[in-house]
Every structure is written in structure tokens, then in C-alpha cells.
T-cell receptor, first 113, second 114 residues
Framework: DTEVTQTPKHLVMGMTNKKSLKCEQHMGHRAMYWYKQKAKKPPELMFVYSYEKLSINESVPSRFSPECPNSSLLNLHLHALQPEDSALYLC????????????FGPGTRLTVL | QKEVEQNSGPLSVPEGAIASLNCTYSDRVSQSFFWYRQYSGKSPELIMSIYSNGDKEDGRFTAQLNKASQYVSLLIRDSQPSDSATYLCAVKNDYGGSQGNLIFGKGTKLSVKP
């Protein structure tokens, strides 16, 4: 299995909702990433997990809460989002955090109403 | 501030031509460079990695790296309409904050006309 999967593909939520995005990889990679991408912009790093520990939080608002239950899974919990948080949320993985080759999942298209 | 610069395009080439995509980076100590292809509405796909000066070829793609000039490029030979996408140049951050992470350029949109 050489791919990163993400669910759901699309998500519409209100500003008071709580939802979660899920990411899974079975490549034995020990680094996993969350990115946010707005239209016509490059991916913007949010969080990095290395060996299941949060290693980087790029000053992301607390309404985004990451979780890494095990080496294959990565979640992003969403609460009290704003309309400007609407974007494509991408998960990526790499063999380890010092290597640059990152492989992206298909993304979750999030719309906040 | 470490930067990766790309022309935003669009770059338009006829089918069968060579498409040349360019990227410059600000951090002289960078050692690892990547090209990602992103179709509209899809996620980035890694197509080339390059670590040493010179050329690296993979099928119709050739990546070129010149560390002295802080320049990396991607050539696409025999361009096809299916190559129409945004191409993101990425450079690995090798020291300091966010070490090991990628710094992305803004991407160049390529359009291949039949």
C-alpha cells in the first residue's frame, strides 16, 4: 500500500459544529503532516508529527486540534471554525521528518458556513 | 525569511514542445529540492527529487540543479495536454525553525495547447 488516504473528501460545517478529519497511511512512515491550502496558493504547513509526537505547531489557532493515535493514523479535530477556515486540508507522510520527500493524500475540501 | 520563487505563469506551450519551469531559492545551504504537480482541485503529487548539481532524468521529465546559482528547473519534453497543471517547487529547510520541512514556491501554472 503506497498511498495516503483521507476522509471525508468533502465536509460542510457550521461555525458551532465539531468535526474531525482523518488521515491514514500504511507505508511505515514515521512523520505525518497537516497542511492547509487556499485557492491559487501553495500548501501551508500546520502541524508535524514525528514518531507520533507533535514536533511542530506553526502557530495554528486552538480551534484546530491534531491527534496522532498511532503511527498510521492522524486526525484533525475542528471546533468553532470561521468561514475563512474554508480550504483544502491536506495530509502528508514521509519516511521520517528530516527527509523532504512527502507524499500527499487527496485532501478534504472543507466549507465553513 | 527563506524564500522560493517561481513565475506564476500561466506558461503556455504547444503540444509536443519542451516546457521549462524555473525556480530560485534564497537559502544557500539548502540540499534537497522537489517538484510537485498539482491538477486543479487535486492534491500535490511528487514527480521529481534532486539533491546534486546537474541533471536528473525520469521519462519525459528532467530536473536541473545549480546550487551556485541557487536555481532549480524542470523540463518537460514532448509536452502533452495532460501535463497542464500547476507545478510547485519545494525546498527542504535544512536548519533553524521548522527544520526538515518544505518551503513551497507559489507554483507555475502550465497550459499545454493541442
Amino acid at each position: 500500500d503506497t498511498e495516503v488516504t483521507q476522509t471525508p473528501k468533502h465536509l460542510v460545517m457550521g461555525m458551532t459544529n465539531k468535526k474531525s478529519l482523518k488521515c491514514e497511511q500504511h507505508m511505515g512512515h514515521r512523520a505525518m503532516y497537516w497542511y492547509k491550502q487556499k485557492a491559487k496558493k501553495p500548501p501551508e504547513l500546520m502541524f508535524v508529527y514525528s514518531y507520533e509526537k507533535l514536533s511542530i505547531n506553526e502557530s495554528v489557532p486552538s480551534r484546530f486540534s491534531p491527534e496522532c493515535p498511532n503511527s498510521s493514523l492522524l486526525n484533525l479535530h475542528l471546533h468553532a471554525l470561521q468561514p475563512e477556515d474554508s480550504a483544502l486540508y491536506l495530509c502528508a507522510s514521509a519516511q521520517w521528518s528530516g527527509i523532504g520527500e512527502q507524499f500527499f493524500g487527496p485532501g478534504t475540501r472543507l466549507t465553513v458556513l | 525569511q527563506k524564500e522560493v520563487e517561481q513565475n506564476s505563469g500561466p506558461l503556455s506551450v504547444p503540444e509536443g514542445a519542451i516546457a521549462s519551469l524555473n525556480c530560485t531559492y534564497s537559502d544557500r545551504v539548502s540540499q534537497s529540492f522537489f517538484w510537485y504537480r498539482q491538477y486543479s482541485g487535486k492534491s500535490p503529487e511528487l514527480i521529481m527529487s534532486i539533491y546534486s548539481n546537474g541533471d536528473k532524468e525520469d521519462g519525459r521529465f528532467t530536473a536541473q540543479l545549480n546550487k551556485a546559482s541557487q536555481y532549480v528547473s524542470l523540463l518537460i519534453r514532448d509536452s502533452q495536454p495532460s501535463d497542464s497543471a500547476t507545478y510547485l517547487c519545494a525546498v527542504k529547510n535544512d536548519y533553524g525553525g521548522s527544520q526538515g520541512n518544505l518551503i513551497f514556491g507559489k507554483g507555475t501554472k502550465l497550459s499545454v495547447k493541442p
